[in-house]
């Protein structure tokens, strides 16, 4: 297991752990509570990944693609969608052309 795998499977473990849990005390909690929050918050760290990978600051990208990965976990459960079922949905998309598989969902 790589290193990023091991800290998004921690990662994962402490967000199931807030779920119920008091959102006034925990940003996670509030996460859960609300899915349009995690998934405008989502769209918020996206965009400031794409603007430090303009800018060339590594460190910086690194930082915003932390915050991408956590609230891409926080959304998805929100919405109830375990990290495995994204795993099987990548899973079924290797060794198909990035190409050829948007094309098949265009159709």
């Known amino acids: 297991m790589s290193r990023l795998s091991d800290v998004i499977a921690r990662l994962e473990a402490v967000i199931e752990s807030r779920k119920g849990g008091d959102s006034a005390a925990s940003w996670t909690a ?15 760290e996206a965009a400031e990944a794409v603007e430090a990978a303009e800018s060339g600051d590594r460190d910086h990208l690194a930082a915003e693609g932390a915050d991408v990965l956590y609230h891409l976990l926080a959304l998805l459960a929100a919405a109830g969608v375990s990290p495995d079922e994204v795993a099987a949905k990548l ?6 052309s990035g190409i050829a598989e948007k094309a098949s969902r265009d159709q």
């Open 91 to 96: 899973e079924a998309r290797e060794g198909t």
């Open 30 to 44: 509030k996460l859960l509570a609300d899915p349009a929050l995690a998934g405008r918050k989502l769209i918020e």
